[in-house]
């Protein structure tokens, strides 16, 4: 499942958005905009747009996560708009019946979530 929101990613409802009847593992990775974004002065915040695509892009992705693991499901979920210091900017989560794919699986999703093309960032520095 793929989900792009303006509004908050609440953790306690998004697990109940990953199917996991048959899985022993369920792995749920979120990313938070960090203080330090590595240009040497601090974020204040980063604002970020999707253009026209980024839904078929993150299906895609789901789509290479499932035929190269075994997973019951995949869900990501992109936030848009202006975050802050501490905001949920994605989630990446996997359920399968074993660990090291549900791992491997969420570990090569959030790559994949950082190199799409179809999303703009802006990031704007504090004073």
Do not use: Q
Request: charged share 30%; with cysteine; aromatic share 4%.
């Amino acid at each position: 499942m793929v989900v792009i929101t303006d509004t908050p990613i609440d953790p306690s409802t998004t697990y109940g958005l990953i199917s996991n009847k048959t899985a022993g593992s369920v792995v749920l990775h979120y990313a938070v905009v960090k203080k330090d974004g590595g240009s040497g002065a601090p974020t204040d915040s980063i604002e970020y747009r999707f253009e026209e695509g980024a839904e078929e892009e993150l299906d895609a992705i789901v789509a290479e996560l499932l035929l190269k693991w075994k997973l019951e499901d995949v869900l990501l979920v992109r936030r848009e708009g202006c975050l802050h210091v501490g905001d949920i900017i994605s989630l990446v989560a996997a359920s399968s019946p074993n660990s090291e794919d549900a791992f491997a699986a969420c570990r090569h999703g959030i790559a994949r979530l950082k190199k799409m093309t179809t999303v703009c960032k802006r990031e704007r520095l504090a004073e």
